[in-house]
């Protein structure tokens, strides 16, 4: 299938690679491994960067999906987890377990023709990025200098 200017629609997901089944028996790992950089890119290219998307009006904090893929297909990821960060500071966590399935994905019009974008896990791609270079703590705001009593 064509769409966006020519561009080929990859209808399939990327599927996220698992931990071997003879090491989970003998480790607490983590099970799903999460995308490396390769299929995370694979996976945010199919995005269709819709101009209303219902997957930011599905999402209950509303981040702005579209804009946080563009960035991430660009490798832009300093810019991309920025976007997030704009409305979730938890990236690595509600990647893994926010219910992506019933929410944003549910509503992405990818969805139609074929599975939906992956949100969650290009969401903790970028968490888990920013936890492997060290994450930056945000300034504190200046006092107010108004003191209560």
């Known amino acids: 299938m064509r769409?966006?200017?020519?561009?080929n629609i990859i209808k399939e997901a990327v599927p996220m690679r698992k931990l071997p089944m003879?090491?989970?028996?003998t480790t607490f790992k983590e099970v799903a491994?999460?995308?490396?950089l390769e299929e995370a890119?694979?996976?945010?290219?199919?995005?269709?960067?819709?101009?209303?998307?219902?997957?930011?009006k599905a999402c209950p904090l509303h981040i702005d999906v579209p804009g946080f893929?563009?960035?991430l297909r660009e490798?832009?990821?300093?810019?991309?987890?920025n976007k997030i960060k704009e409305v979730n500071d938890f990236p690595a966590i509600t990647g893994r377990v926010c219910p992506q399935e019933l929410l944003c994905q549910a509503a992405c019009v990818m969805g139609?023709?074929?599975?939906?974008i992956n949100i969650g896990r290009?969401?903790?791609?970028?968490?888990?990025?920013?936890?492997?270079?060290?994450i930056r703590i945000p300034s504190l705001p200046k006092s107010r200098e108004k003191k209560w009593p």
């Open 22 to 25: 003879n090491e989970r028996r």
């Open 75 to 81: 490798k832009k990821f300093e810019e991309a987890l």
């Open 69 to 71: 893929i563009k960035l």
């Open 33 to 36: 491994l999460g995308y490396n």
């Open 3 to 7: 769409g966006m200017a020519g561009k």
């Open 41 to 56: 890119l694979k996976e945010a290219s199919r995005c269709l960067q819709c101009t209303d998307p219902p997957c930011v």
């Open 112 to 116: 139609k023709i074929g599975e939906p």
């Open 122 to 134: 290009l969401e903790r791609f970028l968490g888990d990025l920013e936890i492997s270079r060290g």
